[in-house]
Each structure stands twice: as structure tokens, then as C-alpha cells.
């Protein structure tokens, strides 16, 4: 059974950090591209960073490029998203999925708040 499940959300403090994680099984995680997308209340679903199956390939979206890190440990079948100096703006729920959207997790919340 496949599964991606998310950890690390939570309440934080404009200009903190979080880091997110996601634990993958049953699937050949070190085969796929992964990705983060986030959707905010009221808003549609964003791509925030992808990286490839080897870590060969990153890419961030322009509003989190320089302030987040997308890594993964295929070790671990883990895919992780450093977030740092957070914005009230980054306040969404975050979700794994393979690259193509094949699989995805359920999300964790991140809320940006002072």
C-alpha cells in the first residue's frame, strides 16, 4: 500500500523556520521525482519545489526561492522542505507527491502568525 505522510507543520512566528518531512512507502521511493505543493485557504493548489530522483534536478517557485530547501534521503525514503524566514503569506497545508502526481499525501498545516 502506498503511502506519503507528512510531519512537521505547525504554528510559527513570521521570520521562524519549520522543517517539513515526508515518509514514503510502498513504492520504489528512490525511482521517483518528488514534489511540495501547498494550498492556502481560498486559494488554488501551488507547485512550491520539485527534485529529482537523484537530487540532480531542484526547483522552487519564485516566492519561496532563497528562503526554502527541498532535499531527500533515499536511505530513508524521505523527501524533506526546510522553510526558512517564513512569511504570514506561506500559511497553507503542504502535501508530498511523486513528481507526475501519482501519489500524494494528506498534508500537513503550517500557520504563519504572530
Known amino acids: 500500500q502506498v503511502q506519503l505522510v507528512e510531519s512537521g507543520g505547525g504554528l510559527v512566528q513570521p521570520g521562524g523556520s519549520l522543517r517539513l518531512s515526508c515518509a514514503a512507502s510502498?513504492?520504489?521511493?528512490?525511482?521517483?521525482?518528488m514534489k511540495w505543493s501547498r494550498q492556502a485557504p481560498g486559494k488554488e493548489r501551488e507547485l512550491v519545489a520539485a527534485?529529482?530522483?537523484?537530487?540532480?534536478?531542484?526547483n522552487y517557485a519564485d516566492s519561496v526561492k532563497g528562503r526554502f530547501t527541498i532535499s531527500r534521503d533515499n536511505a530513508k525514503n524521505t523527501l524533506y522542505l526546510q522553510m526558512n524566514s517564513l512569511k504570514p503569506e506561506d500559511t497553507a497545508v503542504y502535501y508530498c507527491?511523486?513528481?507526475?502526481?501519482?501519489?500524494w499525501g494528506k498534508g500537513t498545516l503550517v500557520t504563519v502568525s504572530s
Open positions: 510502498g513504492f520504489t521511493f528512490s525511482s521517483y521525482g
Open positions: 527534485i529529482s530522483s537523484a537530487s540532480y534536478t531542484i
Open positions: 507527491h511523486t513528481w507526475k502526481g501519482d501519489y
